[in-house]
């Protein structure tokens, strides 16, 4: 059997830097560029080494097997100083326990609360805006969905709070990507980046602190998502551990927001794509006004929303945000006929996925429309992961951007501004970066 060793590597690897240089400068044409080496194809991260799985079998395997494949190594040990060991980056043997008691917080039953925030927020950003006015869509979108985030989670907290909360947040998110590939000196040196980054992570970590203190003693269940993760208990757990204790409960609002993060970006990548596609636009217009009849969109129209929900879709599949995750292999094992030893680190990356043509026809083609196709294999859909660690936050991320859809389209029409060609631009979440768009009244 062939060893790790034998796996081609991804071409030319420079000194120290290794294949840092060509992933840093343009990440999504380097990923595109890995599948023509195999199935598996070894990277070099400055002094890392990573197997890049480049075949959608192989990636399902991985992401279906957590025992063998779990969150581990030196880049998501880099995630967990950024935003904690919650429910998105900590390991296997903690992961069970604390999805068990997070899953009420995202029952279908409490979506209905949270879907009524979802409206009245979209409603008040899109009724906000003016014929002829420029918008930056990521910019205008991600601070939609984190006002959305913070009022479902803190539904008791003082705005202000709240607005600080986003703030620090989006400091530490900025520099997240950097930190995480980079070799870890460059995050110790004294530059005034790396000050105003740790800050902010120390400021979120005391302001959610204090909310969590002083929530803490009040039974109340406010409807919101704080409500469920103190309240929540795990009978299968030791009596200690039954609860979250404060520091987790913590931990997971700041791993809810990375996690909720992702859809800003996506509604973002929707609303370019429609500017772009007036056709598509215009058949999500009649859409709208025949569910909405006149009416501002509740969470109750959500489910006759059936072209935006395959606008979100085909975003998803193209752009997705979370764009690139990592594994570490726990023991010996054997994928896709190379054996592989304990500790090495996994790379799997929906975007490479989702653009391979034999899976996708016309892949690099916006056609919602493909998602009528029942043969469309989803299993090698991977927006939101798979398996055991799927996104919890998955269906609270679809129906904020279905409703943010609708209540949009239901006034405006959006065109870009230039006609410059769109280059994406790859951080921690894969965005329109600087992608702005004139808002026109229908």
């Given amino acids: ?74 880049i998501m040990d880099r995630a967990r100083k950024l935003v904690g060991d919650g ?33 009245d927020s979209c409603n008040a950003a899109s009724t906000s805006w003016q014929h002829g006015q420029e918008i930056d869509v990521t910019e205008e979108m991600s601070t939609l969905v984190m006002g959305i985030v913070a009022h479902t989670i803190f539904s008791a907290t003082a705005p202000q709070i709240s607005q600080n909360i986003r703030d620090d947040f989006k400091a530490i998110s900025k520099p997240a990507f950097w930190l995480m590939v980079m070799p870890p000196v460059f995050g110790r040196l004294p530059t005034l980046g790396n000050r105003r980054y740790q800050r902010a992570h120390d400021r979120l970590r005391s302001t959610v602190g204090e909310i969590i203190a002083t929530r803490r003693p009040d039974a109340t269940d406010h409807g919101d998502l704080l409500s469920s993760l103190l309240s929540a208990q795990d009978p299968d757990s030791e009596s200690e551990h039954q609860a979250l204790s404060d520091r987790e409960v913590t931990e997971q609002v700041i791993n809810i927001f990375a996690g909720a993060d992702a859809a800003g970006p996506t509604l973002a990548w929707a609303l370019y794509l429609l500017a772009t596609h007036p056709e598509v636009e215009e058949r ?95 299993e090698a859909y991977l927006p939101f992961g798979a398996g055991g660690r799927k996104c919890i936050g998955n269906r609270f991320g679809i129906n904020t951007a279905a409703l943010a859809l609708a209540s949009i389209t239901s006034r405006w029409r959006l065109r870009p501004v230039g006609d410059e060609p769109l280059n994406p631009v790859v951080k921690t979440m894969l965005a329109p970066h600087g992608v702005r768009l004139r808002v026109e009244a229908r």
């Fill in 284 to 378: 999500l217009h009649k859409e709208v006004d025949e569910v909405l009849a006149g009416g501002p969109p509740t969470f109750a129209h959500v489910a006759e929303l059936k072209l935006a929900d395959r606008v979100i879709s085909e975003a998803l599949r193209m752009y997705t945000p979370t764009w690139f995750g990592s594994r570490v292999v726990t023991g010996d094992t054997d994928l896709g006929g190379f054996q592989l030893p304990a500790k090495t680190m996994i790379g799997w990356s929906p975007y490479l996925i989702h653009r391979l043509p034999e899976l996708y026809d016309n892949p690099d083609r916006f056609d919602p429309d493909r998602w009528l196709d029942s043969q469309l294999d989803r």
């Fill in 87 to 119: 429910l998105g980056t900590c390991p296997r043997s903690r992961h069970r326990r604390q999805r068990r008691l997070c899953q009420p917080a995202f029952h279908l039953d409490r979506m209905p609360a949270y879907g009524a925030v979802m409206a």
């Fill in 1 to 74: 059997m062939s060893t790790a060793r034998t796996i081609p590597l991804a071409g030319k690897s420079l000194p120290f830097l290794g294949h840092a240089l060509p992933l840093l400068r343009d990440p999504l044409a380097f990923l595109s560029s890995l599948p023509a080496y195999g199935g598996l194809v070894r990277l070099r991260l400055g002094p890392l080494s990573l197997v890049m799985v480049c075949d959608p079998g192989l990636t399902r395997q991985v992401l279906l097997d957590d025992r063998t494949y779990d969150m581990g190594g030196p």
